[in-house]
């Protein structure tokens, strides 16, 4: 069974950046999709950001995109989520998801990545807070 485990998140201020890097264990990210999802305080899980399991295809949410960057290292089994211009509505714990189909066909299609029943496994989460 595969284990995701995030880390970099922290306290930060308006306009700074921030890097979550997320572990895979206990099998290959290879041949997978991967997302990350955030939930705020009060509100539903919302998608972030994803990435085809062949490295393609990206897809963000309006409300990051042009500030966030996600990629893949397949050979250290991670997946990242580099955030730039952070504001305090980003404010968060940010999950990273591992796609339940292998080689999953290859659709540009947004709401295909955003679901969030397409992902399997779910890591513990990392907070990730920014001050005004």
């Known amino acids: 069974q595969v284990q995701l485990e995030e880390s970099g998140g922290k306290l930060v201020r308006t306009g700074e950046s921030l890097r979550l890097s997320c572990a895979a264990s206990?099998?290959?990210?290879?041949?997978?999709?991967l997302g990350w999802f955030r939930q705020a305080p009060g509100k539903l899980r919302d998608f972030v950001a994803a990435?085809?399991?062949?490295?393609?295809?990206?897809f963000y949410s309006d409300s990051v995109k042009g500030r966030f960057s996600i990629s893949r290292d397949n050979a250290k089994n991670t997946v990242t989520l580099q955030m730039s211009s952070l504001k305090p509505e980003d404010t968060a714990i940010y999950y990273c998801?591992?796609?339940?189909?292998?080689?999953?066909?290859?659709?540009?299609?947004?709401?295909?990545?955003?679901?969030?029943?397409?992902?399997?496994?779910w890591g513990q989460g990392t907070q990730v807070t920014v001050s005004s």
């Open positions: 998801a591992h796609d339940r189909l292998l080689y999953r066909p290859l659709v540009h299609v947004y709401s295909a990545y955003s679901r969030p029943t397409m992902y399997t496994y």
């Open positions: 990435i085809s399991w062949n490295d393609t295809i990206t």
């Open positions: 206990g099998g290959a990210i290879d041949g997978y999709s």
